[in-house]
């Protein structure tokens, strides 16, 4: 259900002081980012197009009226109003625009205006007053006009009285005749005094006298007024540069006389605002503001005329895209394309919208392909323009006909490689175009433009297509410069590319997750990019650093073990040593690298660089990073002591289980090839020397059993059938075995031996052959050890 609070119908006053219904819509209140700030929104009911964009100013006047009404000015003679269905709505609303200028919502009006007030009493008594009387205008009267316009100028009521009378009489083209008779006889006291009077014109903001003054008939005086500054020494020759070297160049012939005329007026009057006329004060920077709207309103009214021209378009991108057409008549075309899209910024993003499909669906992306490719400077640089307007506004266009290339194009051709080459490329010792078009990349890669568009697979699909068939042409200059672990190009455009790619790479560490971490890994990029480090410019330097910080950062533990194996601290702790403390950038983010590690932690990496650098920080004394890390470092080396002494007093209770463990369960063969060992070694024992104590005898052959356990513990099995095998095969055998032991007859008698040999002794009766399902009670019980008899 729609809600009724929010329903409003915009009002605006207009020149006859009269209410006009600028439509019926929604109100709402959010942050504008162009805007900068909170701002007043009005979307019609309709169909959803913006009616108001109107940022709430800390220094405006709203008055609220009748409970459902809000009034305020915006600009000069340019009265807003917003009529609420209800008062619920009209008081939200209300109570945004009080917390923006910090008033209570309890006021009615939330400026103390006196002067403006002031001023109403003026417009007020405007009708009743007298119009303004102007002079005779005649070349010895001119000293008496400026005067008056100057005095004009500072009252708002006597500026509305000086336009309406200058409208009135037709004052304009009379002083236009004053100048020429000036000009003829060189009478340079009143050509000064035109131009302050024109300037006066200006500055009465007033879009009916800016109507007559560019017309085709009186633009060129106009100019030719504002040439004669006095405080200029020499006369600027602004109509000679507007007739004679701005040349008008037509891509194709335009048949509209009305589009044609009102592109030369465009150019005219951008000129007469950006150059003739002079920088305006602070108290003169917003009585201009009806000459930008009226460029901004002719902008409009071009691009809507030649939009609807489809004939004019068809005709400009057949040739545009045409091989016959020569190189100079290609650069005408781009850079009217250029225009038109410059021109297009000013539009509402509706119509913004539809020219920019209009430009799609006629083919501006196969045309820049081949513009972007070519030699012409200007060509290239139009081409750059067009691809960054298209790609801040609709970056899902692009990405959907690159993927469209995908299965048809040969991976040089791509449009995204074509605009990775071109940035690698890039010829201007300043790199401007190659920081335009990274711009350009960093727009098409983020992932948070991708989420509002219709096709839900884009960011996987794109970003595979990216990985796949276009990142090593970006990484290439990369790998070229790092070879032999030393910056082979050190010249100032090469180490600004490389800047470049190195933030792009930044950005995708911190936007992208498994490609990104494949594409490094994979290539090994890490150890090249920190090859960097090297360089004499410390900026690349950093972006290096950076690059490695961002890495660290995401504590992802495949990129941990990477820097780990790889020992990709070294280039870091180098640089570091090599700075000898001084206190500069790249100090501060060595340390700043560290002090993370040490915040978030990250054991692995703090392991590493104290073991195998903390020689070179232990002296490192002016920040306590290093000194805390090592602190870390010893407390998790003595919890890991810790945990190892435990382990070890648990030791011998856990032989048993690890024999029992299938996991050490060896090959039957294996067993019983030696257990025939161990028999043997048993009879050679009893052949020994019989005057020989039987307590020596036996604390020998438990010293070479137990020797023989260690090594069988430590073998691994041979095969993955083993284990199966044994078990099988032990489960078999164990009855044989446990009765052969406890029939033996043969025994060694365990009298005084020392405790040492007593523990071994029990070790050895626990784990010599102890299968599951072994008892050693019978042994425990006898207090004799059965010799095993051997196995036929």
């Not at 150019?267 to 901004?296: A, K």
């Not at 991708?450 to 697979?457: C, D, F, I, R, V």
């Not at 290439?476 to 790619?501: A, C, M």
């Not at 180098?574 to 501060?588: F, H, I, P, Q």
Request: charged share 30%; glycine share 4%; with cysteine.
């Amino acid at each position: 259900m729609t809600d009724t609070r929010r329903r409003v119908k915009l009002y605006a006053l207009n020149a006859d002081r009269q209410w006009d219904d600028r439509g019926t819509g929604h109100v709402s209140s959010s942050y504008i980012e162009k805007l900068k700030g909170i701002s007043l929104l009005v979307r019609a009911e309709s169909d959803g197009t913006l009616l108001l964009e109107s940022k709430i100013q800390s220094d405006t006047a709203y008055q609220k009226q009748q409970d459902t009404l809000i009034v305020w000015s915006e600009g000069d003679n340019f009265d807003l109003a917003l009529s609420f269905q209800e008062k619920a709505g009209c008081d939200e609303i209300w109570e945004k625009i009080c917390q923006v200028q910090g008033k209570d919502p309890s006021v009615e009006i939330t400026q103390d205006v006196v002067e403006e007030s002031e001023d109403e009493r003026f417009d007020e008594m405007s009708d009743s007053a007298p119009p303004i009387e102007l002079p005779p205008c005649e070349l010895g009267r001119l000293e008496d006009i400026n005067e008056l316009f100057n005095n004009c100028i500072s009252s708002p009521m006597r500026k509305e009285k000086l336009a309406a009378a200058i409208e009135a009489e037709g004052y304009i083209r009379k002083l236009i005749n004053v100048f020429h008779m000036c000009e003829s006889l060189e009478n340079t006291e009143g050509l000064h005094n035109l131009y302050e009077i024109f300037k006066n014109i200006f500055l009465l903001n007033k879009n009916a006298l800016f109507e007559v003054m560019f017309c085709d008939e009186l633009i060129f005086d106009v100019v030719g007024c504002l040439e004669y500054d006095a405080s200029c020494p020499n006369r600027k020759k602004h109509r000679e540069y507007l007739r004679q070297q701005a040349k008008f160049r037509e891509a194709i012939p335009i048949k509209n006389p009305e589009l044609l005329s009102k592109i030369h007026q465009t150019f005219r009057v951008q000129y007469i605002q950006d150059v003739v006329l002079p920088t305006p004060s602070v108290f003169e920077e917003n009585m201009l503001s009806t000459l930008g709207s009226f460029i901004f309103f002719n902008k409009v009214e071009i691009v809507s005329m030649v939009q609807e021209d489809e004939k004019f378009l068809t005709e400009l991108f057949s040739m545009l895209t045409d091989t016959s057409t020569s190189e100079l008549k290609r650069r005408d075309l781009i850079m009217f394309l250029r225009e038109l899209c410059n021109y297009s910024q000013n539009l509402q993003p509706h119509a913004k919208e539809m020219i920019y499909k209009t430009l799609t669906t006629l083919g501006i992306l196969p045309a820049l392909e081949v513009t972007l490719a070519m030699d012409d400077q200007k060509t290239k640089s139009a081409s750059i323009d067009i691809i960054t307007y298209i790609s801040e506004f609709q970056p899902s266009v692009v990405r959907e006909y690159t993927l469209q290339q995908a299965n048809n194009t040969e991976e040089e051709q791509v449009l995204l490689n074509i605009i990775i080459e071109q940035m690698i490329h890039d010829t201007d010792p300043e790199v401007g175009g190659a920081v335009q078009l990274m711009g350009v990349l960093r727009i098409l890669l983020d992932p948070e433009n991708m989420l509002t568009s219709a096709n839900k697979s884009e960011k996987t699909d794109f970003l595979n297509f990216f990985y796949k068939h276009s990142v090593h042409f970006l990484i290439e200059p990369l790998i070229e410069n790092t070879v032999n672990d030393t910056p082979q190009k050190e010249d100032f455009r090469s180490v600004q590319l490389l800047g470049l790619i190195l933030e792009l790479l930044s950005f995708c560490v911190e936007h992208h997750t498994y490609q990104i971490k494949n594409c490094i890994l994979q290539r090994d990029l890490l150890r090249k990019i920190l090859v960097l480090m090297k360089s004499s410019h410390k900026f690349l330097v950093l972006c290096a650093l950076r690059f490695m910080r961002k890495l660290i950062a995401l504590k992802d533990e495949f990129y941990n073990r990477y820097i780990i194996k790889g020992h990709l601290f070294a280039p870091v702790i180098d640089a570091l040593v090599k700075n000898n403390g001084r206190y500069n950038l790249l100090d501060s983010a060595i340390i700043e690298l560290f002090e993370h590690i040490r915040i978030e932690d990250i054991k692995s990496l703090c392991t590493h660089v104290i073991e195998n650098y903390g020689k070179y920080l232990e002296d490192i004394a002016y920040v306590q990073t290093f000194k805390t890390l090592q602190l870390r470092y010893d407390q998790q080396q003595d919890k890991l002591k810790e945990r190892e002494r435990n382990s070890l007093e648990r030791g011998l209770d856990m032989v048993p289980s690890i024999l029992r463990n299938s996991r050490y369960r060896r090959d039957q063969r294996q067993m019983e090839e030696e257990e025939e060992i161990w028999f043997n070694e048993e009879d050679d024992y009893e052949d020994t020397d019989p005057d020989m104590q039987p307590n020596e005898i036996f604390r020998k052959k438990i010293d070479t059993d137990l020797e023989k356990i260690g090594k069988i513990i430590d073998k691994k099995p041979e095969a993955n059938g083993a284990t199966t095998k044994m078990n099988n095969n032990a489960s078999t055998q164990k009855t044989p075995v446990m009765n052969n032991n406890a029939n033996a007859n043969t025994t060694a008698q365990s009298t005084t031996s020392p405790s040492g040999n007593e523990n071994r002794l029990a070790l050895f009766k626990r784990s010599l052959v102890d299968y599951e399902g072994d008892s050693d009670e019978e042994d425990d019980e006898s207090g004799e050890v059965a010799k095993r008899p051997r196995l036929s």
